[in-house]
């Protein structure tokens, strides 16, 4: 017999009881002389032990004794070889399976680092442990079916966002190389990062007691409470879809109240999901933010996938401090040029969901560097700047 070594495909052969006794024997020999070949022959039963618990589902009929006998004599069963085909069918199948899996994970290379460039973060470290999220609508994340649902199923907006993901993941690009753990990617705190003003149709909510001058000259309150601007664009990742924008701008002086509730038209709408806002795996949903402060604005973008080429998708419902502003009608119009600021936005809900793994089938690295290339412009603010360049780094990690 050859030498041995501890790569030597006979110790896997060993293991799986497919060596004539001669040859076990002399494996036997040479491992209890050499402690390399006992170790993996360990790890070999290891491995098979494994396997034979996750695939081996139908159990051999035979005693652990009759199994032995066979495989020391395997000539005393020639002339029983067709009366137990049967019996053999299923764990013969199952020993090839282990055979190929056991030398596919014996072989493989143990502890070697994964190199930094090209991979996300959570591949190289345990994901940290994140602190309770301060804005949590009851449950964004999903896609609502108002199909599936009897009359309309309307969705509560938040009017708050937070703004710390985007300083995470540009260290995380820039400092360390890396793209950031999936986790850490909060599209609607990357979103509210910049001030976007969109072109679409706007409402105001105006103080009860009808004050019309704009700076508070009369009362020392402003005439209006709050403002609630919208835009519709095509989806950039889903054309057949629209991408609505919406924006809510407290007033300059006064913290105020505002509840918003998007209204699908059921009959125009096949499914709809708020961007962003995603659970954090663990934490109960806490209460959905209502409270917008002087001088903030916060923007949302909700995905809506119409099953009707055009027409009404539903209408935003709000109020302001208790008292009803006026709605505003959402209807998709495929001819409507979008502005610059909703443009942007939508690039930056495309590199959020690229970043997040959202999406996987739709948006890939292609399309998020042609938005951005639709984007750059020697006029472009400093922030918006810098945020291509954070693109263009992440793209080539």
Not at 92 to 115: C, E, G, Q
Not at 153 to 174: A, F, W
Not at 351 to 365: E, K, M
Not at 371 to 385: C, K, N
């Amino acid at each position: 017999m050859q030498p041995l070594h501890p790569d030597d495909s006979r110790l896997t052969a060993y293991v799986l009881g497919e060596l004539a006794p001669e040859d076990a024997a002399a494996i036997e020999r040479a491992a209890a002389a050499d402690t390399g070949l006992r170790t993996k022959i360990q790890e070999i039963t290891d491995v098979q032990d494994f396997l034979t618990g996750r695939l081996a589902a139908s159990a051999d009929p035979r005693l652990p004794r009759q199994r032995e006998n066979i495989r020391r004599n395997p000539q005393q069963t020639k002339s029983r070889r067709f009366a137990s085909l049967q019996i053999w069918l299923i764990p013969a199948a199952a020993v090839v399976v282990l055979a190929l899996a056991t030398l596919i994970l014996t072989r493989m290379p143990a502890d070697k680092p994964l190199a930094a460039a090209g991979r996300h973060q959570e591949l190289l470290e345990p994901a940290p442990v994140l602190p309770p999220a301060a804005v949590l609508p009851p449950a964004p994340a999903a896609w609502f079916l108002p199909e599936n649902a009897a009359g309309s199923l309307p969705l509560d907006l938040p009017v708050t966002s937070e703004r710390s993901s985007l300083t995470e993941i540009s260290k995380s690009i820039r400092e360390d190389g890396l793209l950031p753990p999936h986790h850490s990617v909060r599209l609607e705190e990357i979103l509210n990062n910049f001030s976007v003003r969109l072109n679409g149709v706007t409402a105001i909510a105006r103080d009860a007691a009808g004050n019309h001058s704009p700076d508070g000259r009369e009362t020392g309150i402003p005439s209006h409470i709050a403002t609630l601007a919208t835009e519709m664009i095509p989806c950039p990742w889903k054309p057949s879809a629209s991408l609505l924008l919406i924006s809510i701008r407290g007033n300059g002086q006064t913290d105020c109240n505002v509840k918003i509730t998007f209204h699908p038209d059921t009959a125009n709408i096949f499914r709809y999901r708020l961007l962003g806002f995603n659970p954090v795996a663990g934490q109960t949903p806490g209460i959905l933010p209502s409270k917008l402060p002087a001088k903030s604005v916060t923007t949302l973008a909700i995905e809506i996938e119409p099953s009707t080429p055009a027409g009404n998708l539903g209408s935003l419902e709000w109020s302001a401090n208790g008292k009803p502003a006026p709605g505003i009608s959402l209807v998709r119009k495929g001819d409507a040029e979008p502005s610059d600021d909703a443009r942007f936005a939508a690039l930056v809900c495309t590199f959020a969901q690229w970043l997040a793994a959202r999406q996987n089938g739709l948006i890939d690295a292609e399309i998020v560097a042609a938005l951005a290339r639709e984007i750059a412009s020697t006029t472009l603010a400093a922030d918006r700047t810098d945020f291509l360049n954070l693109i263009d780094r992440s793209l080539h990690l």
